[in-house]
């Protein structure tokens, strides 16, 4: 029940529909985000290729140290409810400035991810139905079309975009499985082995920095459930909920698979084998190996439908980042403008596909490559941006309750989260001082595509000690477009989430 020091709620014009969203809905999100058939199919054999066998068990302890974060994160929702995430969490934990701080940071992460995700989609659709269909068209023409199908599910209610995401997801998996039981079914030219889950290839190994590299950006976005807070039926559960059930479904499914190639190829072979000039196309020659001709075609395909789902999924919650800012007024206020008939956050979502239309469209008058001159630097830039404001976030979250722990035990809002804390903010570190290994570029380039994420941290923080000092009343209310739970109201029991 909202106290009276609660801002009144905002208009409907500019609030988004609320009880539309179950947990199951929001999961999908979070897991289509993370895209789970790209991850296998590239970053699984990047780490093997670069880390070694440790691949599996990086990609699981990741999974822990995001799920020991996500048990603060979550148990913060039931106080702080609002679309802007990262911006409101940082905000009542360490202050407003470093809350716009971190907002800028991320909001400019969300869209460089955006616009690296069509880089890949136009990519991996040029060849994808040249070589099945004969369909040979300009991979910016494949792009642009995503834009146009993004754009348009974008401006729909969210609960439809979750149905999409929800059937793209369950075909992603399912081709995956085919592929994991044929490998367990038919063995290998080894025998099993347990090696990839050993510490000392995990975390001793010679270049066991690039494994947290890959292990950490493979589940980007699982942040999101909190964007949807809003919208969803009866946030106080859905949204821990949804947040566990995302990180530990990934982390499962993640290492197994990954421990999977070590069964198809053998745990000597699949090192060879991904580190061969055949590294980018192993996982679909060992699925027509295994399970046949079929299963390659279908996931040849999906490959394209997951980069689908993944940018419509990080469509959605940078549009919220940008409906949530623009409503506060820290960016126009248009933004903050939703629809009559859906009550979804419909200027911020067309801007944001029109920003996206126009990178393409420069890429394609540049000649720009899809994958290389478009895609891979715009990813390494959003992920480090990301996992920075998922780190600070994570110290925010430990601030916030080491003065009042609301209700909540404290191994769920001050060890876990001091552990996920440590974890994220190393994992920062490894993303920063192998930058190169995540662009794939050498010299200068890498600094430069590093420095957006300080400038706009520091001008992020400077503009909100401006407002404090020049419009006291303004800079009150910021965060506070929707409802605030007071610390003194009573958390429910008992915890959904220990």
Not at 269 to 298: C, K, N, P
Not at 356 to 375: K, M, R, S
Not at 488 to 494: D, I, K, T, V
């Amino acid at each position: 029940m909202p106290t009276s020091s609660a801002q009144p709620s905002p208009p409907r014009e500019s609030a988004l529909a609320s009880g539309r969203l179950g947990t199951w809905d929001i999961v999908f999100f979070v897991v289509s985000a993370a895209a789970p058939l790209t991850v296998i199919l590239s970053g699984a054999v990047t780490t093997f290729r670069l880390g070694g066998i440790g691949a599996p068990g990086a990609i699981l302890f990741c999974a822990v140290v995001l799920i020991f974060f996500a048990l603060g994160f979550t148990a913060m929702s039931k106080s702080v409810r609002n679309a802007g995430a990262f911006y409101a969490y940082v905000s009542r934990g360490l202050g407003k400035p470093f809350g716009l701080g971190v907002s800028s940071v991320t909001v400019f992460a969300y869209i460089s991810l955006v616009i690296s995700f069509y880089g890949f989609i136009g990519f991996f659709a040029q060849f994808t139905f040249a070589e099945l269909f004969g369909l040979d068209l300009p991979w910016g023409v494949w792009s642009l079309i995503a834009v146009g199908l993004v754009a348009f599910l974008g401006y729909r209610k969210v609960d439809v975009g979750a149905k999409v995401l929800g059937v793209l997801l369950t075909l992603e998996v399912a081709i995956l499985l085919v592929f994991a039981i044929a490998a367990l079914v038919n063995g290998g030219p080894e025998s099993w082995s347990l090696a990839s889950f050993d510490p000392q290839n995990v975390f001793l190994a010679p270049a066991a920095g690039t494994l947290f590299i890959v292990g950490f950006g493979a589940y980007l976005g699982f942040e999101s459930t909190a964007i949807y807070a809003e919208e969803a039926k009866r946030p106080e559960r859905t949204i821990p909920r949804a947040t566990i059930i995302a990180i530990a479904f990934l982390g499962v499914f993640y290492a197994f698979t990954f421990w999977v190639l070590t069964v198809a190829f053998g745990v000597e072979g699949v090192l060879e084998m991904a580190r061969s000039d055949a590294f980018e196309t192993m996982v679909i020659t060992g699925t027509e190996d295994l399970a046949g001709g079929w299963a390659a075609f279908a996931m040849k395909v999906l490959i394209v439908t997951s980069f689908f789902a993944c940018v419509l999924a990080f469509h959605n919650a940078c549009t919220r980042y940008l409906f949530a800012l623009g409503r506060e007024g820290l960016l126009p206020r248009v933004l903050g403008r939703t629809s009559a008939r859906s009550q979804s956050p419909a200027v911020a979502s067309l801007t944001l596909s029109a920003l996206c239309a126009a990178g393409v469209l420069i890429a394609i008058l540049v000649n720009a490559d899809p994958f290389l001159g478009l895609a891979l630097w715009t990813y390494a830039t959003g992920v480090q941006g990301l996992v920075f404001a998922q780190a600070f976030t994570a110290i925010a979250v430990v601030w916030y309750f080491a003065k009042d722990r609301r209700g909540h035990s404290v191994w769920r809002v001050l060890v876990a989260p001091v552990l996920g804390a440590l974890g994220l903010v190393i994992g920062f570190i490894l993303i920063v001082t192998n930058f190169e290994v995540v662009t794939g570029l050498e010299g200068p380039i890498n600094q430069l595509l590093l420095l957006p994420t300080p400038i706009l941290f520091i001008g992020g923080i400077i503009t909100g000690l401006v407002l404090r000092a020049r419009k006291p009343q303004y800079y009150a209310g910021l965060t506070e477009s929707v409802r605030v739970v007071a610390q003194e109201e009573p958390e429910p029991a008992p915890e959904t989430v220990h």
